[in-house]
C-alpha cells in the first residue's frame, strides 16, 4: 500500500512552509522548491513591470502625437491668419491707390446732401487741400486733407522690389531707380503745392550718431527718415 499523503499543491513560494520537524532530506527538498517558485515569481514580476512599461511608453507616444497634432493645428491657424492680414493689408493699400488717384488735392467744389464726392476726391480751387508739417528733423511732409495721401522724402531702402515686382528688404531684390526718382519728383512737387494752409511745426533737432568705426559723430538724418519711412500723418 502506498503512503496516503494529502497532496497539497503549494500556490506560491508563500504557502510552502518549511517543516522543522520533517527529515533534513525533506526541509532540503521544501526549501528547493520554495526558491525555485520565488525565482519564477520574480520573473513573472519582471515580465509584468516590463508590461506596464511598454504600455507607459504607449501612453506617451500617444501624448506626443496629440500634443505634436495641436501644435501643426495652431501653426495652421497662424499662418491663414498671416495670409488673412497679408490680404487684408493689400485690399486696404488698393483702396488708397484708388482713392489717391481719383483724387484731385484741391480746395473748393461742391457737396451737396446727395453727392459728398468732392470731399474724398478733391475740389477744382486753385488752393492745395493739403496740410505741409515740418518733422522734427526738417524734413517737410505733405497730406491731403480729402484723400490723406501723404508725401515724405522718398527713402532709398523702400525701393527694393523682387522679380515679382513686391517690395522687399534691401537684401532681397534690386534697387529701381526709376521709381525711386519718379517718387523724389513727386515729393518735390507736393511740397511746392500752394496752398493757404499754414504749416505746422514740430520742436527742430537735428539728428546725428557715433561711428563705431571712426569714432566720430555723423549724420543721422537718414537713419531718422529710414526709422519713419513706413509712417504716415494719419
Ligand atoms: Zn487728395
Redesign the pocket.
Known amino acids: 500500500m502506498a503512503d496516503k499523503k494529502e497532496l497539497v499543491v503549494p500556490r506560491t513560494s508563500e504557502d510552502i512552509i518549511i517543516d522543522v520537524n520533517a527529515s533534513v532530506e525533506d526541509q532540503i527538498k521544501q526549501a528547493e522548491l520554495k526558491a525555485k517558485l520565488m525565482e519564477l515569481e520574480l520573473k513573472a514580476q519582471a515580465l509584468e513591470a516590463q508590461k506596464l512599461e511598454i504600455v507607459e511608453r504607449q501612453y506617451h507616444i500617444k501624448d506626443l502625437k496629440a500634443k505634436i497634432a495641436d501644435r501643426d493645428i495652431r501653426e495652421k491657424q497662424l499662418k491663414e491668419d498671416r495670409e488673412q492680414q497679408g490680404r487684408s493689408i493689400a485690399q486696404q493699400d488698393a483702396t488708397d491707390k484708388y ?2 488717384s481719383v ?3 484741391r480746395k473748393g467744389g461742391m457737396a451737396s446732401s446727395r453727392d459728398v464726392r468732392v470731399l474724398s476726391t ?1 475740389g477744382n480751387s486753385n488752393q492745395y ?2 496740410i505741409k508739417h515740418q518733422m522734427i528733423n526738417g524734413d517737410i511732409w505733405v497730406r ?6 501723404t508725401w515724405a522724402p522718398p527713402v532709398e531702402k523702400n525701393f527694393f522690389f523682387d522679380e515679382k515686382g513686391r517690395q522687399v528688404a534691401p537684401a532681397d531684390g534690386t534697387f529701381d531707380k526709376a521709381k525711386f526718382t519718379t517718387a523724389v519728383e513727386d515729393y518735390k512737387r507736393a511740397t511746392m503745392l500752394e496752398t493757404n494752409n499754414s504749416m505746422s511745426t514740430s520742436v527742430q533737432c537735428r539728428f546725428s550718431t557715433i561711428d563705431l568705426e571712426t569714432g566720430k559723430v555723423v549724420d543721422a538724418a537718414d537713419l531718422y527718415r529710414e526709422s519713419i519711412a513706413s509712417t504716415n500723418l494719419r
Do not use: E, I, Q
Not at 144 to 149: F, K, N, V, Y
Open positions: 482713392r489717391f483724387c484731385t488735392h478733391g487741400a493739403v491731403c486733407l480729402r484723400c490723406g495721401r
